[in-house]
């Protein structure tokens, strides 16, 4: 039986590409779907393993990342609550191409590769919705290749906090203006979503914060004023 909280719900219930499927295929896409919960650092799968399922983030996040043979890791992205991943290996039946581990405590929505199968070979609609799916995806891909040769570091860390405090954003203290980013983000693991060493993130961070935009806490951020970010990623023609 499927046993989400309310918020759980909620998330999965309000993911734009989730919510344009006819109520028949969401239906059945969660009648066959399983929870499973996760504790913080727990790996849902490593690279090389097995594409068995598909999965959704209900609560929490998950942590998309690599290792390098020296053991070092990077973090490439984290999928917000909401949002379904891992659909491409699935069909291509080539393992996974990256470690997925909870970034705090997580649970997900797991439907197995061949319930998959079972659901398209009931609802044709499906097999456009995962090409839409997989079309959205490559799009973040092409932006992020490009802010990566276009952008200069200070635009490429502004869209990247912005867009975290739009995904984990919480209320910070009694200016309503000001949001706290619920993840915690290590300057190193920021460094990584944005393609830099620690050192200028830590340089670029001081700056925002002297100008007011943000403040800097411990493995965190505040962001205290959002337009400013958006002004400095997305300048007035």
Same mark, same amino acid.
């Given at each position: 039986?499927?046993?989400?909280?309310?918020?759980?719900?909620? *998330?999965?219930?309000?993911? +734009?590409w989730?919510?344009?499927?006819? *109520? /028949?295929?969401?239906?059945?896409?969660?009648?066959?779907?399983?929870?499973?919960?996760? #504790?913080?650092?727990?790996?849902?799968?490593?690279?090389?393993?097995?594409?068995?399922?598909?999965?959704?983030?209900?609560?929490?996040?998950? %942590?998309?990342?690599s /290792?390098?043979?020296?053991?070092?890791?990077?973090?490439?992205?984290?999928?917000?609550?909401?949002?379904?991943?891992?659909?491409?290996e699935?069909?291509?039946?080539?393992?996974?191409? @990256?470690?997925?581990s *909870?970034?705090? +405590?997580?649970?997900?929505?797991?439907?197995?590769?061949?319930d998959?199968?079972?659901?398209?070979?009931?609802?044709?609609e499906?097999?456009?919705? &995962? &090409?839409?799916?997989? /079309?959205?995806?490559?799009?973040? &891909? @092409?932006?992020?290749?490009?802010?990566?040769?276009?952008? +200069?570091?200070? #635009?490429?860390?502004?869209?990247?906090?912005?867009?975290?405090?739009?995904? @984990?954003?919480k209320?910070?203290?009694?200016?309503? /203006?000001?949001?706290?980013?619920?993840?915690?983000?290590?300057?190193?693991?920021?460094?990584?979503?944005?393609?830099?060493?620690?050192?200028?993130v830590?340089?670029?961070?001081? &700056?925002?914060?002297?100008?007011?935009?943000? %403040?800097?806490?411990?493995?965190?951020?505040?962001?205290?004023?959002?337009?400013?970010?958006?002004?400095?990623?997305?300048?007035?023609?």
């Amino acid at each position: 039986m499927l046993i989400l909280s309310t918020q759980e719900r909620e *998330a999965i219930d309000a993911n +734009p590409w989730f919510a344009s499927l006819s *109520a /028949s295929l969401r239906h059945d896409i969660l009648r066959l779907a399983n929870v499973r919960h996760y #504790a913080d650092g727990d790996f849902i799968y490593c690279r090389g393993d097995p594409a068995d399922d598909w999965n959704a983030v209900a609560s929490g996040a998950v %942590r998309i990342g690599s /290792s390098s043979p020296q053991g070092r890791q990077a973090t490439l992205r984290y999928v917000e609550p909401g949002v379904w991943f891992g659909e491409v290996e699935m069909f291509d039946l080539k393992g996974r191409p @990256y470690d997925a581990s *909870a970034h705090g +405590p997580t649970t997900l929505l797991s439907v197995r590769r061949e319930d998959v199968h079972a659901i398209l070979a009931d609802h044709t609609e499906f097999y456009a919705a &995962l &090409l839409r799916l997989s /079309s959205g995806r490559m799009r973040q &891909l @092409y932006r992020l290749v490009e802010d990566l040769t276009t952008k +200069p570091l200070r #635009a490429r860390l502004a869209k990247q906090l912005s867009h975290l405090a739009h995904s @984990y954003g919480k209320p910070a203290g009694e200016r309503g /203006s000001e949001v706290r980013i619920a993840l915690r983000l290590p300057q190193e693991e920021l460094a990584h979503l944005i393609g830099c060493s620690r050192q200028r993130v830590n340089e670029e961070l001081k &700056l925002m914060e002297r100008d007011e935009t943000i %403040r800097i806490e411990p493995c965190g951020v505040i962001v205290r004023n959002d337009r400013a970010l958006r002004r400095i990623y997305e300048p007035a023609g």
